[in-house]
């Protein structure tokens, strides 16, 4: 009898330590994050994200765990560590139930992705893959105010993979290769319509004609763009080339074009 009390207490106060403890590593995680929310607020993101970091490997799946996990993607992103970062937002968004930040977690996912493209983009295999995570957005989240930020994450894309055609084009003019700079400057216009490389890839389109001595071609191309263009300005340009080519004025100053 005696001997099952002796055990009996020393289980209740194995119990008490280990409560102890554990109210003691609350206390401290608490602490920790509180100490990590304060950096962040002072924009000290690197002292942040060791916080952040710790917590998180100290108190998996509790509720302040997740808020760690947010906001040590947001000190990532802040340091413009987009790679990090992207990856730290999507794990926050799976596991989290709150729609308000899994909304804004997801955004800066593309934003971050959006960013790293000034690096990648060169590689035209990338721009598909954005585009369909900004795609992705938008269907997930159609009422979304970060709607006219995607939209302009969209152009901006857009217009960068115009001018990459367009300059290809002007690349194979200026060594004469005019078949193949009138494939990409027609790849302009039919994809990029709503660029401005589109207005300029039209004017390449009859300058090309020009420089072979097309004229009657030049004049067709323009009355096919006669609706089309963008800026009333680029129109008049390509007017004025046609004039000048049929008053026998097509100058240096118009071959300029090719090396501007």
Not at 18 to 47: H, P, V
Not at 80 to 101: G, L, T
Not at 159 to 182: F, N, P, Q, T
Not at 248 to 259: A, D, E, F, P, Q
């Amino acid at each position: 009898m005696i001997q099952k009390f002796i055990l009996i207490s020393l289980y209740i106060i194995l119990m008490m330590n280990c409560g102890s403890k554990s109210s003691l590593l609350d206390e401290n995680i608490a602490e920790r994050f509180n100490l990590g929310m304060e950096y962040f607020e002072k924009e000290k993101y690197l002292k942040a994200e060791i916080e952040f970091n710790y917590l998180i490997l100290n108190n998996p799946g509790s509720k302040l765990s997740l808020d760690a996990q947010y906001y040590l993607a947001e000190s990532m992103f802040y340091q413009e560590k987009y790679d990090e970062s992207i990856v730290e937002y999507m794990r926050y968004s799976r596991f989290s139930d709150d729609p308000i930040k899994i909304e804004t977690a997801e955004f800066k996912s593309c934003k971050a992705s959006f960013l790293l493209s000034n690096n990648f983009l060169h590689d035209l295999g990338s721009a598909p893959e954005l585009m369909d995570k900004l795609q992705v957005f938008i269907e997930k989240f159609p009422e979304s105010n970060y709607l006219s930020d995607i939209e302009g994450f969209f152009s901006e894309i857009r217009e960068r993979l115009a001018k990459k055609e367009y300059e290809a084009g002007r690349l194979y003019l200026k060594i004469e290769e005019y078949e193949s700079a009138l494939i990409y400057f027609n790849e302009v216009i039919t994809l990029y319509y709503d660029t401005k490389y589109a207005d300029l890839a039209r004017i390449e389109i009859i300058f090309t004609f020009l420089l072979q001595h097309k004229y009657e071609d030049a004049i067709l191309q323009l009355s096919i763009f006669e609706d089309k263009f963008i800026d009333g300005n680029n129109q008049l340009i390509a007017k004025t080339l046609i004039k000048d080519m049929r008053d026998g004025n097509l100058t240096l100053s118009n071959y300029y074009r090719l090396y501007k």
